[in-house]
């Protein structure tokens, strides 16, 4: 069993910041990649930011100067530093994880239950 565990979200005003954090918990034997996805009502789940085990990250253009991406792969957590942020941020944001089970032949994909992120204008 593999669980991602979301952390982090709330009501900021514009402007403000955030911290998202996302610990992968259960029989994992590596990490591929972690990553946020974010869901606004009347639009498709889009990618934020993901980042490798090895550090390489790739962050959507209309986040790019504001939010950073981190992981510590001791702990199997992910971090979403959202600084500047506006009403347009407003969404369930969901972490994601591919990595490979142990025993198992392939990696997957894990989805955590999503955060709520609300800015106020």
């Known amino acids: 069993q593999v669980q991602l565990v979301e952390s982090g979200g709330g009501l900021v005003q514009a402007g403000g910041s955030l911290r998202l954090s996302c610990a992968a918990s259960?029989?994992?034997?590596?990490?591929?990649?972690m990553g946020w996805y974010r869901h606004a009502p009347g639009k498709q789940r889009d990618l934020v930011a993901r980042?490798?085990?090895?550090?390489?990250?790739n962050i959507a253009d209309s986040v790019k100067g504001r939010f950073t991406i981190s992981i510590d792969n001791t702990k199997k957590t992910v971090f979403l530093q959202m600084n500047s942020l506006k009403p347009e941020d407003t969404a369930i944001y969901y972490c994601?994880?591919?990595?490979?089970?142990?025993?198992?032949?392939?990696?997957?994909?894990?989805w955590g239950q999503g955060t709520q992120v609300t800015v106020s204008s």
């Open positions: 994601n994880a591919e990595l490979w089970r142990l025993g198992a032949l392939s990696p997957y994909d894990y």
């Open positions: 259960g029989s994992i034997s590596r990490i591929n990649v």
């Open positions: 980042i490798t085990s090895s550090g390489s990250t």
